[in-house]
C-alpha cells in the first residue's frame, strides 16, 4: 500500500523534479492530487482524506512526456498533458496543491492493454456531478450503496478502468470510491512527489 499519510506529512516529502520522474513513468501509474481549491478540500474533508484527485498516466514521446487520462467537472473524461500540472493548470500557474505518483506492483503488459483500451473507450463520457450529491448524502445517512453506470467522478474512472484488468480496488464502506481508497490499496506504491 502507498504510506497512509496526512497532508502534512506528504507536504513535507521531498519534490523529485519532473523531468526525472517522466523517464520512470509507465503507463497505468496514477496522479494523486491534493488541491487547496474549494471543490479538492470538499472532497479532502467528506473522505477523511489527503487526496481529492487522481487520474491515470499514459507516457508519450513528446515535449510534454504524458498524458493524464482523468474525469473532472468541466469536461468530463479527457487527456490532459501531464506537465501542464506543474506549468499551466490553471491561468498560467501550476497546480495550486501537492501531486505526488503511484504505482501499482507488479503491473503486466496485458493489464496496460485492458486499462488502455477500456479507459480510451470512454473519452468524452460525462462527469457524474449527481454522484457528489449522492457520495454527500451516504455520508451524512451513514449507509451506502455501490452504483455503477458510465458517468464518472475521477476515482470511479480509475477503478471502472483497473476492474476491466483484473484489479480491483475496494470501495469504501460508505458505498462510493476515493482517492484515498485507490491509494490505501496494499499493491499501490508511491513513486514520489512531483508538486
Known amino acids: 500500500m ?27 501509474d496514477m496522479l494523486f492530487a491534493s488541491g487547496n481549491y ?12 489527503p487526496w481529492s484527485h487522481v487520474g491515470i498516466i499514459f507516457p508519450v514521446k513528446s515535449p510534454g512526456g504524458a498524458l493524464l ?7 468530463g473524461v479527457n487527456f490532459l498533458p501531464m506537465g501542464r500540472y506543474l506549468t499551466d493548470y490553471y491561468r498560467g500557474r501550476p497546480y495550486n496543491g501537492i501531486l505526488a505518483v503511484a504505482r501499482v506492483r507488479n503491473l503486466k503488459k496485458k493489464h496496460v ?28 445517512a451513514g449507509m451506502g450503496k455501490k452504483e455503477r453506470d458510465r458517468e464518472y467522478i475521477c476515482s470511479e474512472l480509475v477503478y471502472e478502468c483497473f476492474l476491466r484488468a483484473g484489479i480491483e480496488f475496494k ?16 499493491r499501490v506504491e508511491m513513486v514520489g512527489r512531483v508538486l
Open 38 to 49: 474549494v471543490i479538492s478540500k470538499l472532497i479532502r474533508k467528506f473522505t477523511k482524506s
Open 171 to 186: 470501495y469504501d464502506k460508505r458505498g462510493f470510491i476515493s482517492p484515498a481508497n485507490i491509494w490505501e490499496d496494499e
Open 2 to 28: 502507498a504510506e497512509i499519510l496526512t497532508r502534512r506529512q506528504i507536504g513535507k516529502l521531498p519534490i523529485v523534479p519532473y523531468p526525472r520522474i517522466r523517464k520512470e513513468l509507465q503507463t497505468g
Open 69 to 75: 487520462l482523468e474525469s473532472v467537472e468541466d469536461k
Open 113 to 140: 492493454e485492458e486499462l488502455s483500451k477500456f479507459g480510451i473507450k470512454e473519452l468524452a463520457r460525462p462527469y457524474d456531478r449527481d454522484e457528489i450529491i449522492k457520495i454527500v448524502a451516504r455520508i451524512m
